[in-house]
């Protein structure tokens, strides 16, 4: 897969986003987790303001990396696919819901990387008490395709099954505390510690898949998350932050 389509800007807040579109593969990733509750600002080890060990960032600048595949799978109809749908669906509850995502990591610009977040817009919670929820961020083996991917495939066929039905996925990269009596709002992952890892001189394909990872309320519990087929100001959006070095 080439390169996605990608927006340069002076630094900015988290309302900036573009639409692509495209699939890929996933390279590895490891990291650390932090949240932005709704409509605030997320606050992690890497300010988006400074540079590395906290100097002044220098000439600041703001790639807003769009999703270029999103779907929800659903365990209570493990063959149906939703890349279509203009929400993105999370629940762990007994007919657990999962959230996928497909983006195209940009070449290293030669300046530094001071803060990565991946931002998600929740539209609708269906919680009526709004219990604070823990959310996990984990990089997925296969690629997102939305046309295909369901509970139980990543792809058409019997030989693009997934290891273990529901995703095969690695270890937790980031976590996310949805704050009690939240209805709505932006839902940020800190992601510079993996993202510094593993960004190259060239182009890379990620996926990634949101898990309910925390105590689940009674049902009706699902989160509501835009997609990319959704609002466009609500698209889920890879931010990175750069200084001069």
Not at 35 to 62: D, F, I, S, W, Y
Not at 85 to 112: F, I, M, N, W
Not at 225 to 232: C, I, M, P, Q
Request: aromatic share 4%; net charge negative.
């Amino acid at each position: 897969m080439g390169g996605a389509p990608v927006d340069v800007l002076p630094h900015a807040g988290e309302g900036n986003v573009a639409g692509v579109a495209g699939e890929g593969g996933a390279p590895a990733m490891g990291g650390a987790a932090a949240l932005a509750g709704a409509g605030g600002e997320a606050t992690g080890a890497a300010a988006g303001a400074g540079g590395a060990g906290g100097a002044p960032c220098l000439n600041p600048e703001q790639q807003v990396v769009a999703i270029t595949a999103d779907t929800w799978i659903e365990a209570a109809k493990p063959g149906t696919a939703h890349g279509s749908d203009t929400l993105l669906s999370v629940d762990g509850g007994a007919a657990e819901r999962r959230a996928l995502l497909q983006l195209t990591l940009p070449a290293a610009t030669g300046k530094v990387l001071s803060r990565a977040r991946l931002v998600l817009q929740l539209q609708a919670n269906a919680d009526g008490a709004l219990a604070s929820r823990q959310l996990g961020l984990h990089e997925l083996v296969q690629a997102v395709s939305e046309s295909r991917t369901t509970w139980t495939n990543y792809g058409n066929g019997g030989s693009r099954k997934w290891t273990v039905a529901g995703g095969d996925f690695g270890d937790e990269i980031s976590a996310a505390t949805l704050p009690a009596g939240t209805a709505s709002g932006a839902l940020t992952f800190e992601v510079t510690v993996p993202i510094r890892k593993i960004i190259v001189a060239t182009p890379i394909p990620l996926s990634v898949i949101v898990i309910e990872s925390g105590p689940v309320p009674a049902a009706p519990a699902e989160l509501a998350f835009t997609s990319r087929e959704g609002d466009a100001l609500g698209v889920p959006t890879l931010l990175l932050d750069y200084c001069d070095p």
